[in-house]
Nanobody, 117 residues
């Protein structure tokens, strides 16, 4: 099993920045890829960014050029640097890990990001 704990959410004005962290523990060796997803009130959860075991990254079109996913293997932590935040980025952000040959997914409890206009 993999345990994920997010932190770094909060209230920020439009145009500001936040950095989210996702601390991982447990069967870290089994992780194939990690991602950040978000869910706004009344909307479906959507993928924001993903980073694979090999370091490849991919982003939702809505955040390209503004958000950056990265990881620190020594700290077993994945980050999401969010710049030029917009009110439409307001959501609960969840960390996700896809593990093993069957791509079993684990989720954190989420951290709330609120962007005021």
């Amino acid at each position: 099993q993999v345990r994920l704990v997010e932190s770094g959410g909060g209230l920020v004005q439009a145009g500001g920045s936040l950095r989210l962290s996702c601390a991982t523990s447990g069967s870290i060796f089994s992780i194939n890829a990690m991602g950040w997803h978000r869910q706004a009130p009344g909307k479906q959860r959507e993928l924001v960014a993903i980073i694979t075991r090999g370091g490849n990254t991919n982003y939702a079109d809505s955040v390209k050029g503004r958000f950056t996913i990265s990881r620190d293997n020594a700290k077993n932590t994945v980050y999401l640097q969010m710049n030029s935040l917009k009110p439409e980025d307001t959501a609960t952000y969840y960390c996700n890990a896809a593990t093993g040959p069957r791509e079993i997914n684990y989720w954190g409890k989420g951290t709330l990001v609120t962007v005021s206009s």
